[in-house]
Every structure is written in structure tokens, then in C-alpha cells.
């Protein structure tokens, strides 16, 4: 196999349709992702990563489309394919996970089958075959007595268990690349680390490249090589995990790692208030001139009102998209 | 503001109804009951009979505004009574709960259980014909949804903060339901009472239709539409326009009570289609 | 499955009981009794002395909570009493009109099924589109019509004009005279399961569970087969259920209509003659009816949904 990455997303666009206007919701996203590699996309609600995931696995749907960029999946342009083109590569070989364990499982199908499903849909073997299978996939992610649990409906499992089964469906077919959105942000604390945990054994075990998408800073840090922060729209930010903490460039991305509480920091500092950055997200059909950033920026000055600063390289590898970067 | 059409068509409809019912003495060409002339029995739409004659020769479309103001009056006063019934018990039911909220759900259990047009049926049977039995009879057969939908209204806002809050200032309960509770549950009640208008002109025109509601010669297009299915093959324009007439005011209503719920109550486009 | 049968019975008996009482208690107050509506209308002049025997012999003297009691007892050995006019016994006569009520019933509602559940998934699945506008018209206006006046216009047009189709009656249970009164009284549940199925579907349309099933690469119509009908069901079949009781009320207009012999043209009659025991009876039986049609629904719901039994 060739060197190229896995996943190339080049200047994506992703258009939010209000009758017969059209406005950028996503704008100018450009990353990368390697094989096996966990690259984790940061923001607040509402700045596009969720909807830049359902890009990649083609799952828009009114009022959202792409609008523009590429999408480039081990090699080859997937923003144009067909619905049945892309539907070999959905769930076979980029899978994804949502949020919402509760909602996410049909409420009257056993897990068993829902998982069967995958290895009918992409595997072509029989239902009985089918099911076999799923009892081990169900056994992969750690679920307990799989063999009985199979015929359990949704409504009989914990959060928890319920997005075992959703990792379960995903990897069933051992994709080459597994979307998460908010993978535990719906559950308990103590559920979340196995959930994690969990996710990253079983990508590494694979060879499963993992898109983490997260508002959690820290969650994302911690699961991921290379961080990308959005935000309104765009990637404001890519760097590093460890160095986003260490060193954060732009003026969105300190905002964010200042919001975070450190472990010890009292000890070291003293007692102090938590820092936030004041300000919402603007809506998409309201994003301001220039610097998407600029009303909630200490540092904003009249360029970042007025011009929209360019992609800066910067010198160990990362890229920010800011007038003042530091 | 989106154009809303069945709002607006509704709303047409609906007023063009109304107007033919307030108007009618100025609108009728003849009066509806004592202008009998059998000279002119089963005439055909034309002339000076717009609509035609019946049997007894009276000119149906006088008739046919007249039976506007039977119906839109047993429509809307019976489904007031219906809608204070309903708010009554449903309110103070979710209010209060313990066993006024038990006996309250089983008796809007059976009323659930009998259908409305056999109950108020039952009710014409014991009671005379005529308008104030079939205001009883449509008004006390047709309150459960209203009570349903206003129990679980008032069972999830009395938990909310201001309610609490008008608690602890003293209110009277009275007074909380009244003023706290009832405006908050208006909107879907109004689309509930809106649909069961049209509803109940159907009664009305079903019971009277029976020969259980309003007795002939008064014309109410229920009546008018039993004495025409003996006259359907030599005078079938006897029976269309009292029933167009139904078809329209009740169409009027339900569009209209669609539209109110579109604004009124998003939520409910999904919990009752 | 068969506590949940259980228990849904224990359930119904007491709105069983509760509507026996009210049906007892309405027609104990009416003003007068059958003897003094028969002398009433003129026709026949009753003198005291008949009056008196025939308040005897139907035990109408008694006080009313004797008369209840003795009601409540024959209700549970299924004795409904003896009609006032024929001196049959209520049961039978009852028994003779259930066969045709609910064959029109039944037939009313297949008609109905049939067409507006299908109709209802085709205007979802293309929303906005033409198919949808036009259904939706017709849904709304479907509600809106009276159903003696559809009747009779159906009758009209297929039976006098066109002469197609007999007119009225039962024709022995040729299948020809069930036609159009079944059309009659299907169109208003048609037009409401209609709607019901659309909202169901599109609501589950953007169900999340949709969106993991398209994730899985899986084709619009295995999403709609595998994963969409089951859920749609559930609601599709409570509205079956409740519809079943407004079609077997409004059959009272449509059997009259098309002098259909069935329970509702029975009770008409029987309202008008005042042969109190048969209209007890008839609404008695009509609500036992509704309420096992949708107990059965509960429990095929049951069986679909597998959240049911626990909640």
C-alpha cells in the first residue's frame, strides 16, 4: 500500500440551505488522517464538527449538503459517489458511533440482530452465520455473557452497555476508519473511561484509524495524536495534542485550555477562578466579518474585523488560522 | 411568516359559514319552514330556485343558511360545554391528584370507551328532540381528550418553578389553576375544541339525520338530508347541497384547527396526527 | 405475555362494570315509563289497569337499587332481559345483529387499512411532494365528510346511475351489498390513518436509530424494512384500535342508512320505540365490543414491542 494518508479532507464546505439562501456552515476545513491514527476534532456545540463527521460518512440531509472541497478516502474522491457507491464504504469501511446510546439502537430489534445486520449487509453470509458472529463481536467489546445477551432489546442495557454494542456494530466489519461523536458524552463518568479504553484497544488492536470528536478538551488530549480545533465553522487550529496544551496558538484554543481545571494547579497557584471565554458561538447565518473570532477575542484588533486571516504554518507542524498568533 | 394554506383556507371557509349563518334573514329568499308551496315541489336547481326545491316545495338554498345557524350553534356551544368540562376535571384532577385524580381517569376511562355517537345517542333517547337536548347530548359525550390533555399539562407544570412559586406566595389553588396554570395549556386546548367543532356538526347532522335531533320541518341540514334519501332517484339535488354544506363547515374547522396547531402546539404534529 | 393478558382483563372489567351502572342509571331516570310512552303517542290508550300489569310483569314498580341489582345479576349469566316490543329475550335479539355489525365493521376497516396505511408511508416517504399534497387534501377531507351523505351520494351514483352495485340492504351476505356501505363508513378512518402513518413515519424517519441504520450502509429500503415498519406499526395499530370504536358508533348512521340489519340500526330502532332493555343492551354490547378489539391490539403491541410488558 502506498504512503498517502488515509483520509484527505481538502477545503471542505458544508452548506445549510434557508429556502433559497445558502450559508457556510463549515468552511475551508482541510486535515488529515493517517492509518491507525486518532485524530481528535475539538469545539463548542454548534461550530461543525458534528455535521463535518456525517460529511465524511455521506449522511447530510436536508437542509445540509456539501458545497464545495474534497473528501478524499484512501485515495480516492468520495464527496461525489453515488448513494449505492457509498454505502460499500459506509458501515464496511468508515463506521461511526453517535452520542446518544439510548436513541441510537432500534428499540424493538435485539442487539444481536442489529449487529447480525453488518456482517449480512457487507459480508454477504447467511442470518445463522450472521448471528454467530455477532455473539463474538459482542464478546469483543466485553459485553458478559454474550450468548444470552444477543437477544436482549435495547431498553434491557445500561448506557454503557448500549454504546458497547454501538462500538460493536461499528467495528464489526473492521473498518479502516471510525467516526465517534461524542462517544461517552451522554454517560456516567466511571463509564466513560472504560468506553474510552474500550475504543482505543480495540482501533489499535485493528488498525483502526478513529476521528474523536469532542467538546472535552482534555478527553480529546488524552485519546489523540494531533488535535484540531473548530470553531463557527472552521479549524481555527492543528497541532500536537501535547503541545495545544503546552503552547495553544490561537486566541480560542488558550481560551479553552485556561476553561480547563488542572489537577494540583490550586497547590501551584493558589485558589483561583476558573477562566471562560465570554461570549456564544454565533449562529451560521450570522457569522461576523473578518475573524470568525473576533467579538470574543481579547487580542481582536481592526484586521480581525475586517480580514478573514489565512492558514499560517507553524514551525513544528501545525497550522493556525489567526492575525496574532502567538 | 410561512403562508400557512390550511390556515388560511380554513379560516375562509370557516367565515363564509359564519356569515351565511348571521345573515341568513337578509341572504334566504324565502322563509325555511313555512314557505311550503307544493305548486313548485322538486324543482331543479335554476331559476329562481338556486338550489331547487323539495318535496314540500321550499327552496332549499333558504334552508340551507338557515341549517348554518343550527349548526355552528350546537358546534360551538357544545363544544364550549365539552372544553370547560374537560378543563375543569383535567385541571384540578392533575392539580390535586389522590382520589379525585383516580376517580377522574376512571370516569374519562369509560368515557373513552363508549363511543361518542352511541353515548349522545343514549342521552337523545331519554330527552326530548330538539336544540337543547342535542347541546346537552354533543356537549357532555366529548370532553375526554381535553381532560387528558389538560391533567398531563397541569401534572408537568405544576412542578415548575413559578407555580411553586405562586405556592409559596399563598395563592389559592383556585387561583394558581386559573391563573398559572390554565394560560400555559391554552393553545393545544384551543386546537382540541377547534377539531371537535367540526366533530360535532357531524353529530349533529348524524343524530338529526336519525330522526333523534332536530325533528323536520326546522332545517338542519341533518334533517333536510333524511327527508331527501327517499327523493335520491327523482330528486337527488335534495340531498347534495345539504351535505356540501356539512362538508364545508366541517372541512373549515379542520383545516383551520390543523393550522391553529401548526402555531398553537408544534409538538403535537407527532403525539396526535 | 399471558400476565400481561391477565391483567389488561382485570383492567377492563371495571370500565365494563362503571358503563353497565351508567347505562342503568339513564335510562332509570327517564320521565315516564315504556308503558306510558305506548299510551303517548295516541295510538294505543292504555288504561291504568295495563299500565300497572306491564310495569309488573317487567318488574318496572320495584326501587331502583332493587332493579339494579337484579340487573347487575342477569348481566353476569349474559341475561340482557327481554325486550319490551317483541318479548324476546335482548340477548338473542342482539345475538341475530352481531354477525352483520361486525362484518360491516370489519369490512369498513380492512377498506380502510388497505388503502390509507399504504397511502400515509408513500406521502411520507416522498414529503412535500405532489403524491403528498394530494393525499394529505384528501385525508383532511375525508374527516370532513358526512358519512350518510357520502352513503348516500355512493348510493346515487353506483346504484341509481350506474346501477353496479345493489343499493341498500343485506342481500343474504351477498358480498356485492357490503360494498358500498363498508366505503361509507371506511373513508373518515382511512383519511385518519392516513395521516396517523405519515406522522408516524416521518417521526421515525429522523429517529436516530434511522440515522445508525443508514450509517451501517444499509439501502433506503432495507432502513424501511428492517427497521422503519416495526416501529411504525405500534402506533399505526393503537389508532387501528381506537378507530375501531368511532367505526362501530358511526356504523348506528350507515346501517340505517342502507337498512343494514346490525346492532346500530337495532339500537336506532329501539331508541325510537323506546324498548329500554334492547338499548341497554346494544350499547352494552358495543362497548364490550371496542374495548376487546382494543385489548387485542394492546396485546399484538405487546408482542411487537418489547417495552410494553415492563412499563
Redesign the interface.
Same mark, same amino acid.
Given at each position: 500500500m502506498s504512503r498517502k494518508p488515509l483520509l484527505e479532507v481538502e477545503n471542505l464546505r458544508i452548506d445549510l440551505s434557508v429556502g433559497d439562501a445558502k450559508f457556510p456552515a463549515v468552511q475551508d476545513v482541510s486535515f488529515t488522517i493517517e492509518r491507525g491514527e486518532t485524530f481528535g476534532l475539538v469545539g463548542e456545540s454548534g461550530c461543525g464538527k458534528s455535521i463535518t463527521s456525517l460529511a465524511l460518512i455521506g449522511l447530510l440531509r436536508h437542509p445540509l449538503s456539501i458545497g464545495g472541497g474534497t473528501i478524499r478516502f484512501d485515495g480516492k474522491e468520495i464527496q461525489n459517489l453515488s448513494q449505492s457507491e457509498m454505502r460499500k464504504l459506509r458501515g464496511n469501511r468508515i463506521s461511526m458511533i453517535f452520542q446518544e446510546p439510548m436513541t441510537a439502537l432500534n428499540p424493538l430489534s435485539p442487539i444481536g440482530r442489529q449487529i447480525a445486520e453488518m456482517f449480512v449487509l457487507h459480508k454477504g453470509v447467511s442470518w445463522t452465520e450472521a448471528n454467530r458472529l455477532a455473539v463474538e463481536a459482542l464478546a469483543s467489546v466485553r459485553v458478559p455473557a454474550p450468548e444470552r445477551r444477543v437477544k436482549d432489546y435495547p431498553h434491557q442495557l445500561s448506557g454503557g452497555m448500549r454504546q458497547r454494542v454501538m462500538i460493536a456494530i461499528a467495528l464489526a466489519c473492521e473498518p479502516d476508519l471510525l467516526l465517534a461523536d461524542e462517544p461517552t458524552t451522554a454517560l456516567d463518568v466511571t463509564v466513560q473511561a472504560e468506553i474510552l479504553d474500550l475504543i482505543r484497544e480495540l482501533s489499535a488492536a485493528r488498525g483502526t484509524a478513529v476521528l474523536m470528536i469532542s467538546h472535552d478538551l482534555g478527553l480529546i488530549a488524552n485519546m489523540c495524536r494531533r488535535v484540531g480545533v473548530m470553531y463557527a465553522g472552521r479549524l481555527v487550529e492543528e497541532r500536537i495534542a501535547d503541545e495545544v496544551f503546552r503552547n495553544p496558538s490561537h486566541p480560542y484554543t488558550s481560551g479553552l485550555v485556561a476553561s480547563l481545571p488542572l489537577l494540583g494547579a490550586r497547590s501551584k497557584h493558589g485558589r483561583q477562578r476558573l477562566k471562560e471565554i465570554a461570549g456564544v458561538v454565533p449562529p451560521v447565518a450570522a457569522f461576523p466579518a473578518g475573524c470568525r473570532f473576533n467579538p470574543r477575542c481579547y487580542a481582536a484588533t481592526e484586521l480581525c474585523r475586517v480580514e478573514d486571516p489565512g492558514v499560517t504554518p507553524l514551525a513544528n507542524g501545525g497550522l493556525v488560522r489567526c492575525h496574532h498568533h502567538e | 411568516m410561512k403562508f400557512r394554506a390550511n390556515l388560511v383556507i380554513g379560516g375562509i371557509l370557516f367565515a363564509g359559514v359564519v356569515i351565511a349563518g348571521i345573515f341568513a334573514p337578509m341572504l334566504a329568499h324565502t322563509d325555511p319552514v313555512m314557505d311550503a308551496n307544493l305548486m313548485y315541489a322538486e324543482e331543479p336547481p335554476g331559476g329562481a330556485f338556486w338550489f331547487g326545491t323539495d318535496a314540500q316545495g321550499r327552496d332549499i338554498y333558504s334552508r340551507v343558511l338557515y341549517g348554518a345557524r343550527i349548526s355552528l350553534t350546537v358546534g360551538i356551544v357544545s363544544q364550549l360545554i365539552n372544553t370547560v368540562i374537560g378543563v375543569c376535571l383535567g385541571l384540578s384532577a392533575g392539580y390535586w391528584g389522590g382520589w379525585w385524580d383516580d376517580f377522574v381517569n376512571g370516569l374519562t376511562n369509560m368515557m373513552l370507551a363508549i363511543p361518542s355517537l352511541i353515548f349522545a345517542l343514549a342521552i337523545m333517547a331519554i330527552l326530548n328532540p330538539g336544540l337543547t337536548s342535542l347541546l346537552i347530548a354533543l356537549g357532555l359525550t366529548n370532553w375526554s381528550f381535553t381532560c387528558r390533555l389538560a391533567r398531563a399539562s397541569a401534572l408537568s407544570l405544576k412542578s415548575q418553578g413559578y407555580v411553586q412559586a405562586a405556592k409559596v406566595l399563598g395563592y389559592s389553588d383556585i387561583r394558581i389553576m386559573l391563573t398559572q396554570l390554565l394560560p400555559n395549556m391554552l393553545g393545544p386546548i384551543i386546537v382540541i375544541g377547534t377539531l371537535g367543532m367540526g366533530g360535532a356538526v357531524l353529530a349533529e347532522a348524524a343524530l338529526s339525520f336519525l330522526g333523534l335531533g332536530i325533528r323536520p320541518p326546522f332545517p338542519s341540514w341533518g334533517s333536510m338530508l333524511s327527508d331527501a334519501r327517499d327523493q335520491i332517484t327523482t330528486a337527488p339535488w335534495i340531498s347534495i347541497f345539504p351535505g356540501v354544506a356539512i362538508f364545508i363547515t366541517v372541512l373549515g374547522l379542520n383545516l383551520l384547527g390543523d393550522g391553529l396547531r401548526d402555531i398553537l402546539d408544534p409538538q403535537a404534529r407527532t403525539r396526535r396526527a | 405475555m399471558l400476565s400481561f393478558i391477565v391483567r389488561r382483563l382485570l383492567q377492563t372489567l371495571?370500565?365494563?362494570l362503571? /358503563?353497565a351502572a &351508567?347505562?342503568f342509571v !339513564?335510562?332509570s /331516570?327517564?320521565p315516564g315509563t315504556f308503558a306510558s310512552s305506548m299510551s303517548d303517542d295516541g295510538r294505543s290508550v292504555l288504561d291504568a289497569e295495563v299500565m300497572a300489569r306491564m310495569n309488573k310483569e317487567f318488574g318496572l314498580d320495584d326501587p331502583v337499587y332493587v332493579r339494579f341489582g337484579k340487573y347487575i345479576a342477569q348481566l353476569a349469566t349474559f341475561d340482557l332481559g327481554t325486550s319490551f316490543r317483541t318479548r324476546q329475550p335482548v340477548a338473542s335479539v342482539i345475538a341475530d345483529r352481531l354477525w352483520p355489525t361486525a362484518q360491516l365493521s370489519f369490512a369498513a376497516m380492512l377498506f380502510a387499512i388497505v388503502v390509507g396505511v399504504p397511502l400515509g408511508f408513500i406521502a411520507a416517504l416522498r414529503p412535500g411532494s405532489w403524491i403528498d399534497t394530494i393525499s394529505m387534501v384528501s385525508a /383532511?377531507?375525508g374527516?370532513?365528510?358526512? *358519512?350518510? +351523505? &357520502?352513503g &348516500? !351520494?355512493l !348510493? %346515487?351514483l353506483f346504484a341509481?346511475v350506474l346501477g353496479w352495485l345493489p343499493s341498500f340492504g343485506y342481500g343474504g351476505g351477498d358480498p356485492r351489498y357490503i360494498i358500498l356501505p363498508a366505503i361509507a363508513l371506511g373513508v373518515a378512518p382511512l383519511a385518519?390513518l392516513a =395521516? @396517523? @402513518? =405519515?406522522?408516524?413515519v416521518?417521526?421515525i424517519m429522523n429517529?436516530?436509530?434511522v440515522? @445508525?441504520?443508514?450509517?451501517?450502509?444499509?439501502?433506503e429500503s432495507?432502513v424501511v424494512r +428492517?427497521?422503519l415498519t416495526?416501529?411504525a406499526l405500534?402506533i399505526i395499530l393503537t389508532?387501528i384500535g381506537l378507530q375501531f370504536?368511532?367505526v362501530?358508533?358511526?356504523a /348506528?348512521?350507515v346501517e *340505517?342508512?342502507f337498512s343494514w340489519p346490525g346492532l346500530g340500526s337495532l339500537?336506532?330502532d329501539s331508541?325510537?320505540l323506546?324498548d329500554i332493555p334492547v338499548?341497554q343492551g346494544s350499547?352494552l354490547v358495543?362497548?364490550l365490543l371496542?374495548?376487546i378489539i382494543n385489548m387485542l391490539v394492546d396485546v399484538l403491541c405487546a408482542i411487537?414491542?418489547?417495552?410494553i410488558k %415492563?412499563t
Open positions: - | - | 371495571p370500565i365494563i362503571a /358503563v &351508567l347505562i !339513564m335510562f /331516570v327517564i /383532511v377531507s374527516l370532513s365528510l358526512p *358519512k350518510f +351523505w &357520502l &348516500l !351520494m !348510493m %346515487y341509481l385518519l =395521516r @396517523t @402513518t =405519515r406522522a408516524a416521518l417521526e429517529a436516530d436509530f440515522r @445508525t441504520a443508514r450509517s451501517k450502509g444499509m439501502s432495507k +428492517w427497521h416495526r416501529n405500534v389508532t370504536g368511532t362501530i358508533g358511526q /348506528v348512521v *340505517k342508512l339500537l336506532v331508541v325510537t323506546r338499548v350499547i358495543i362497548v371496542f374495548l411487537i414491542d418489547p417495552r %415492563y
